[in-house]
């Protein structure tokens, strides 16, 4: 669990950015993090901890070997850091002289979910394309054309394949090509049958899902379901 922290520099009274650190973090650990936030080198950093109604110290974190949480930081709480080397305050103040927003920067942790969602929308929008599956809609015309409302079906996606029955069958507003809409019997999907104002079919909060015909397998009358 992390903490969201603003940190300051003493040669930009303008400078604002927001980080989250744990407060597990060494005021050692700290530093170095920092270095790349501020452009002061470690060594040269005196570290305050500020409150961040009144900007007044509550602490001065001189003792490398301590935590933030040693030094009971708080969220949003402020991480001032004087630069004592002259030269490159000067030049800190030099770049970060203009800076009148607060800029929120994310976590490693965070970005690297960030970057994985993005990479998992971009993949679901992708599967949502026919061309990107090698389909053409006159292909998909023609699987939808084996797909009737009521069918029992089995649904791939990457966990395995789910059982549902198909509820709709058809063109849709929030996409291109042929879908199938199919609600199954436990809350594993993501909408009611509707999406953006729109219905399609009615069923349970989270049991119905929109797919594309390809990913659908009819299941024989004759066979279990």
């Not at 950015?17 to 060594?43: A, D, M, R």
């Not at 999406?195 to 399609?200: A, E, L, M, P, Q």
């Amino acid at each position: 669990m992390s903490i969201t922290l603003e940190v300051t520099h003493s040669a930009a009274a303008e400078f604002k950015v927001l980080k989250q650190y744990p407060p597990t973090i060494t005021i050692k650990e700290l530093k170095s993090k920092l270095q790349f936030v501020v452009g002061t080198e470690p060594k040269d950093q005196l570290l305050e901890l500020r409150d961040g109604m009144t900007k007044s110290v509550v602490a001065k974190l001189d003792d490398d070997t301590k935590t933030l949480q040693d030094y009971g930081a708080q969220e949003s709480q402020i991480i001032h850091v004087v630069d004592t080397n002259p030269v490159t305050s000067d030049l800190a103040a030099l770049q970060f002289g203009d800076a009148s927003a607060v800029r929120f920067e994310l976590s490693e942790e965070q970005e690297k979910a960030r970057k994985e969602r993005m990479a998992a929308a971009k993949a679901a929008k992708a599967a949502a394309s026919p061309a990107k599956v090698g389909l053409t809609e006159e292909q998909e015309k023609e699987l939808v054309s084996k797909i009737n409302v009521g069918d029992e079906v089995l649904v791939k996606s990457d966990a395995g394949q789910r059982k549902g029955t198909v509820q709709f069958v058809g063109k849709v507003e929030f996409g291109p090509g042929y879908w199938v809409g199919v609600m199954f019997p436990d809350p594993v999907g993501k909408n009611d049958g509707s999406v953006k104002g729109t219905r399609y079919f009615t069923c349970e909060p989270n049991h119905g899902s929109f797919c594309r015909p390809h990913l659908i397998e009819v299941v024989p009358k004759s066979a279990e379901f």
